[in-house]
């Protein structure tokens, strides 16, 4: 019998600004800006969700978590992930592997990957080897180089139970 897979892609953006808190794959990081949106503006969960959602053709984020209800102001990405693995269960699929690059002038992000893959893994319950995360710059380029906004692109894997 055929296994069935799917792959979806996803990306997020957020802007940046002075005395916000940076969340990003979970994890509050220092930095002289932090990302700006509805919930804690994690643009890398937000694009891990997204990725997982397009690969079960469960539409996007936005969709099931409107940044206009009130019910998600504030709200840790993790809880938007948990709830997204909860409904590729419920859809009969299980995640294969996750792939991320995040574009980010400052700060560094290689040394939080190893943080932010074991807190992703056990949201996702998946082993932390099929996360990986990667980081770069935008050369100075466009409004990720003049350090106005983060981006995010996930691609993920994703397999019928």
């Not at 990081?29 to 503006?41: C, M, N, P, Q, R």
């Amino acid at each position: 019998m055929k296994m069935k897979m799917r792959i979806g892609l996803g990306y997020d953006v957020h802007q940046l600004e002075v005395k916000k808190d940076f969340w990003l794959g979970g994890i509050k990081l220092k930095a002289e800006k932090g990302a700006v949106g509805h919930s804690d503006a994690d643009v890398l969960i937000h694009a891990i969700c997204d990725a997982l959602l397009g690969a079960a053709n469960l539409r996007d984020i936005g969709f099931h978590f409107s940044n206009t209800d009130d019910r998600w102001r504030g709200k840790e990405s993790s809880f938007f992930l948990a709830e997204v693995v909860k409904m590729l269960s419920e859809n009969g699929w299980r995640i294969g592997n996750i792939d991320c690059t995040i574009c980010l002038e400052r700060p560094k992000i290689n040394p939080h990957i190893p943080e932010m893959c074991k807190l992703l893994a056990g949201v996702m319950n998946i082993d932390s080897n099929d996360i990986s995360i990667k980081a770069t710059t935008n050369e100075s380029i466009g409004f990720v180089g003049r350090e106005e906004g983060v981006a995010a692109y996930a691609i993920a894997l994703i397999a019928a139970i």
